[in-house]
């Protein structure tokens, strides 16, 4: 069965600093990955989607990650963190298939101080 | 485009009352919606998937008399919390799967659920 570890439930990061959250997924094949993000009380936003081809993806709000599959990770990634990004993000995972269910992480709390 | 839109957004209810939310997609045919629940600083929970036509699929653990879904259209899929109860409160959120078959769900903005 396919799952999702984010090991980092709270991060705190100053404005203008640099953001790495973590994501590390246990699949058989090859994943869909995904990264979300969710403000309070709000739905989900796709920041960034990993299928195939070139490992590193560029999302929106200048966010990127990389795909590594040696090291199982799908790790997010921005340069310098603005304060509205302060928000819970979701790795997530499909394995494929007809069912194609997502499977979520826990969650990242990012919190910006200014 | 991909817009997935949910109604209500809101709805406070009486302990015993059912509850219908819906989930429409608006500018794209979906043959297979799901639905989420969210318990508050918690991830998402797969509660069903549900395609155009027939039955839902419900995850183990939940109850599907209690959460009725109906997948009666390409744009359209509701869930119906039965005589509900205050544990019953929580966030819900639906999600739909272009027809297409991309890998890909979009999510609607949430149904926040208050069981008095």
């Known amino acids: 069965a396919q799952s999702v570890t984010q090991p980092d439930i709270h991060i705190t990061v100053s404005e203008g600093a640099s953001l790495e959250l973590r994501c590390n997924y246990s699949?058989?094949?090859?994943?869909?990955l995904f990264w979300y993000v969710q403000s309070p009380g709000q739905g989900l936003q796709l920041l960034l989607k990993?299928?195939?081809?070139?490992?590193l993806v560029q999302g929106i709000k200048g966010f990127e990650a990389e795909f590594k599959r040696s090291q199982s990770s799908f790790n997010l990634r921005k340069p310098s963190v603005h304060w509205s990004d302060a928000a819970e993000y979701f790795c997530a995972v499909v394995g494929g298939g007809t069912a194609s269910k997502l499977t979520f992480g826990t969650g990242t709390r990012l919190q910006v101080t200014l | 485009g991909a817009v997935v839109s949910q109604h209500p957004s809101r709805v406070i209810c009486k302990s015993g009352t059912s509850v219908k939310i819906e989930c429409r997609s608006l500018d794209f045919q979906a043959t297979t919606m799901f639905w989420y629940r969210q318990f508050p600083k918690k991830s998402l929970m797969l509660m069903a998937t549900?395609?155009?036509?027939?039955?839902?699929?419900?995850e183990q653990g939940v109850e599907k008399d209690k959460f009725l879904i109906n997948h009666a259209s390409l744009t359209l899929s509701t869930l119906t919390v039965t005589s509900a109860h205050p544990e019953d409160s929580s966030f819900y959120i639906c999600?739909?799967?272009?027809?297409?078959?991309?890998?890909?769900?979009?999510f609607g903005p949430g149904t926040r659920l208050t069981v008095l």
């Open positions: 999600s739909a799967r272009d027809r297409r078959g991309y890998n890909e769900q979009f």
């Open positions: 549900s395609n155009e036509g027939s039955k839902a699929t419900y």
């Open positions: 699949y058989g094949a090859t994943p869909y």
């Open positions: 990993y299928f195939s081809g070139d490992t």
